[in-house]
Every structure is written in C-alpha cells, then in structure tokens.
C-alpha cells in the first residue's frame, strides 16, 4: 500500500511556466515532508522540506504548499527552466526518522526550451 | 570531497548467481539505508542499518540480505537473484536518526539486469 500518494507521473511545461506536483499522505504521524530531485544517471538529493506547523516554505523558485487538514503537500517551481527537468520524489516520515523515510511514486518533470 | 561510493553502477547478472554492491560513505554517518527505485513504484526501503551491527528489515527485503560490519560500509547481498530483483539500486546514508531537517545522502545508483 503506498502510503504517499503522488501525482502526475509526468509533466511537461513551457520554460517560465509554473510546474506543479502534489501528494497526499495518510499516516497522521508524519512530521517531516521533503522533496527529492533526481537528474539521469545520479542519486536523489535533497531539495526543499517542511515541517507540519506551517503551511509555505520558500527556496528561490522552489515552494512547498502544505496542508495538514486534506494531509496534502504539493512542490510548485515558478519560472520553470529546462534545467529542472528531473524526476521529482515527494517523501515523508515520522517519529522514527530517516530510516523510515517514505517515498512517492515519482513525477517526471520536462521543462520545454 | 563527501559522497556515498555504490560499486559496481551497472551489472549483468544470470538468475541465481551470487551477487554483493558495495556502499561505502565518508561521512561517518550512523544510518544507512538500501533502496530499489522501479517505475511506477518510487522508492522503496530494502533493508536499513543504525549502527555497525544493527540491521533492519525496510518494505520490501525479500531476496535480500545485508551486513554492517564497519560504520562506513553497508553492502547488499543478492544469494539467489531472480528476474523480478532487476531493478536500479540506491545506498543512502545519514548522521543521526533523522530528525527533522536531517539530509539523506544517496548514492549514484546500480542498475542491475538479472537474466
């Protein structure tokens, strides 16, 4: 059973477009909701995470929208750019930490020059 | 330079042929972790290490074995591979238990074919 729900599998924007990915969750024991980005041929890194008491966080172009209520978190990358075209990992654990780290399904993202 | 080292990146395998992908981080990170990432299925949690000596069963460690016999190392065991285990393969590492705002460090991944 997934317990973290993505969506879509894969996304195709305009360059300066805003690409947008969500997930859901339904263990209400998570409390850390990071994002992954993976390039061919290389390791997820981290890219941006949130914790539960608050509903934004902001990087640069990159933005978590978190709501507790729905169990809902989305990624939003404003002024798309081809160099953001990766595979994107939304994730989340709880109380235990990394080695529980649950992953979704991933969304394969392509930023069109 | 910090990096976790999974060798080798590519390997071709027969079913049932004996295989072992090495991880190595110099971070001195306590946890490390295995992941097989499928289409369609994300990440998934093979097997987990807290400690040299420590091990534990992720989502999915049938078919698996792992050993943790020196803090930096953490290899993955195939006794037996079959077609189903081809998959491409991830080592994680990180410095603590994980608590909030703590990075996972991934390898560059094995891509392994069993045939």
């Known amino acids: 059973q997934q317990q973290v729900k993505q969506s879509p599998q894969s996304l195709i924007v305009q360059k300066g477009g805003i690409s947008i990915i969500n997930c859901a969750y339904e263990n209400t024991a998570f409390d850390y909701f990071p994002w992954y980005q993976q390039f061919p041929g290389k390791g997820p890194a981290l890219l941006i995470a949130?914790?539960?008491?608050?509903s934004e966080k902001k990087e640069g172009r990159f933005t978590i929208s978190f709501n507790k209520s729905a169990k809902q978190f989305s990624l939003h990358i404003m002024d798309s750019q081809p160099g953001d075209s990766a595979t994107y990992f939304c994730a989340a654990s709880g109380d235990t930490g990394f080695q529980k780290l649950v992953f979704g399904t991933g969304t394969r993202l392509l930023v069109s020059p | 330079e910090a990096q976790v080292t999974q060798n080798p990146r590519y390997l071709i395998t027969v079913t049932g042929k004996k295989l072992t992908v090495t991880c190595s981080q110099n971070?001195?990170?306590?946890?490390m972790s295995w992941y097989r990432q499928d289409p369609g299925l994300g990440l998934r949690q093979i097997y987990y290490s807290m400690n040299v000596e420590v091990t534990d069963k992720g989502d999915v460690p049938e078919g698996y074995k792992v050993s943790r016999k020196e803090k930096r190392n953490f290899p993955l065991i195939l006794e037996s591979p079959s077609p189903n285990q081809t998959s491409l393969y991830f080592c994680?590492?990180?410095?603590?238990?994980?608590?909030?705002?703590?990075?996972?460090?991934f390898g560059q991944g094995t891509r392994l074919t069993v045939v």
């Open positions: 971070m001195n990170h306590e946890y």
């Open positions: 949130i914790r539960p008491d608050v």
């Open positions: 994680a590492s990180t410095p603590d238990r994980g608590q909030w705002g703590t990075e996972a460090f």
